[in-house]
């Protein structure tokens, strides 16, 4: 018991040596930027080979909190878009997961937060597929990984083969069924609903949980619309000229609401976009292109 307290508050010691240096630095600094300075996970391994997990998960848990504190749309949808850091919350995800590989938050945080706020559907599926290679067993990966190559990335042949492995993994007919479906042309809209639905199911975290629940209503709208527009085109001969044509010919009853403040419009290809290009995030974020998986080289 003595030595293991010895040991304890070596670890605990050598721990706050490290932070130590930038505790005053990181006060005086703004909140866009508190996230952003921690110690490289090779460091952590060779100072604390038997704190990996702990140290992880310490990591995503500060993540998690830091996310929860800017993100609150029904009282200020705008306080996100000054503050959000997303490439220190990337780096910091990355060498989390390169600390503890098997800590499913950091792969859930990094596919809600990368691929919808940050729009990093590489950076976001690299992750996964770092993941794979520990999380054997794991169906949930590959699944993520297929929705994002079917959906942002264009790549239906890998969605069906991520899709595939999912459903051996599983043994669940549904993700066997999706693999032949996406290497077709799908209705992409009920593809992100189902997705999102799920993704909302499996998540742990109430910040999470409350975003994606945001996302849902959204697709749901804009799968009204479509279904709007369809309707309108097959009895009309042609498709409707704007979304307001929708509603005042009546097959739209009420003007669709965005949830994420912006503005439902038909592009010059008739397809449903939005202003807010489903995210409270505005244009000048900093970018987290510079941000890699995380490899063992």
Request: glycine content about 6%; proline content about 5%.
């Amino acid at each position: 018991m003595k030595r293991y307290l010895v040991t304890a508050s070596c670890v605990l010691v050598a721990y706050l040596a490290i932070l130590g240096p930038f505790t005053q630095a990181m006060k005086e600094k703004v909140t866009a930027v508190k996230l952003g300075i921690s110690p490289h996970p090779k460091v952590l391994q060779v100072l604390f080979p038997d704190y990996q997990e702990f140290l992880a998960a310490s990591s995503l848990g500060r993540i998690i909190q830091y996310y929860g504190a800017l993100v609150d749309p029904a009282a200020d949808p705008g306080k996100v878009l000054r503050v959000a850091d997303y490439p220190a919350m990337s780096r910091a995800v990355h060498s989390a997961l390169h600390l503890d590989p098997y800590n499913m938050d950091g792969y859930y945080f990094g596919q809600s937060i990368l691929v919808w706020d940050a729009k990093q559907y590489k950076l976001a599926t690299e992750l996964l597929e770092y993941g794979m290679q520990y999380r054997t067993w794991d169906w949930q990966l590959p699944f993520f990984a297929a929705f994002n190559q079917a959906y942002f990335l264009k790549d239906r042949a890998a969605a069906a083969r991520l899709y595939m492995r999912a459903g051996e993994l599983s043994d669940a007919t549904l993700f066997k069924s999706l693999a032949g479906r996406y290497l077709q042309e799908a209705g992409e809209t009920q593809m992100a609903i189902d997705y999102l639905v799920t993704l909302e199911k499996s998540a742990r975290t109430p910040v999470i949980k409350e975003t994606l629940q945001v996302r849902i209503t959204a697709f749901q709208t804009v799968l009204s619309i479509e279904e709007a527009r369809d309707h309108y085109a097959e009895e009309k001969g042609h498709p409707p000229a704007d979304i307001v044509t929708l509603v005042t010919s009546g097959y739209l009853s009420t003007k669709p609401i965005d949830p994420y403040g912006g503005e439902f419009y038909l592009d010059e290809r008739k397809q449903v976009r939005t202003t807010s290009n489903f995210a409270f995030v505005a244009s000048g974020q900093p970018s987290v292109e510079s941000s890699a998986a995380p490899s063992d080289k």
